[in-house]
């Protein structure tokens, strides 16, 4: 019975060792710069890592960017590196369309999420969203150009990723 607990518990212990037990930080940095409306914001760029001991890292999706009272975009990791694709909707900063699933922005430092690390990241914009009469302030995102982000990294929580400032906040 002593040899059947304890290989049990064994077996319990080398689970937990490779499922995932880790810590889960967000890599982040911000910045003011304009959006696509012109509009001085709080720029927030992130993604989440979960690190284990003993076992793979894991990412948590792309990195994301999102500019105060707007939207977030998604630098997704594919073949040719991590990109911002456009949307159905979405212009380029002259104003003309953009076929969907264009490239409208790049991040500069790896090529995939995994590879990013506390240090700067580089990302470009090159797109800018179709804004029409039904649109919302939400609809606005970083304004074309290239950008550098000092990356810190934080422990917190998977659940709650970080955020921009309030809309009413200066």
Wanted: proline share 5%.
């Amino acid at each position: 019975m002593t040899g059947f607990v304890l290989r049990r518990s064994a077996v319990v212990l080398c689970s937990l060792l490779l499922s995932g037990c880790g810590t889960h930080y967000w890599y982040m940095g911000r910045m003011e710069a304009k959006d696509s409306a012109g509009k001085t914001r709080d720029i927030l760029v992130y993604w989440g890592r979960t690190e284990r001991a003993l076992w793979h890292d894991g990412v948590d999706g792309g990195v994301r960017v999102k500019a105060q009272c707007g939207g977030t975009i998604v630098y997704e990791e594919k073949e040719d590196g991590i990109l911002f694709r456009a949307r159905g909707s979405d212009l380029t900063a002259a104003g003309q369309p953009v076929p969907l699933g264009s490239v409208c922005g790049r991040v500069f430092n790896a090529a995939k999420v995994a590879d990013l690390k506390e240090d700067e990241l580089q990302v470009d914009v090159q797109c800018r969203p179709k804004v029409t009469d039904f649109s919302t302030s939400l609809t606005h995102y970083l304004q074309a150009g290239r950008y550098t982000f000092q990356i810190v990294r934080e422990t917190g929580p998977v659940e709650k990723p970080p955020d921009t400032k309030p809309c009413d906040a200066p």
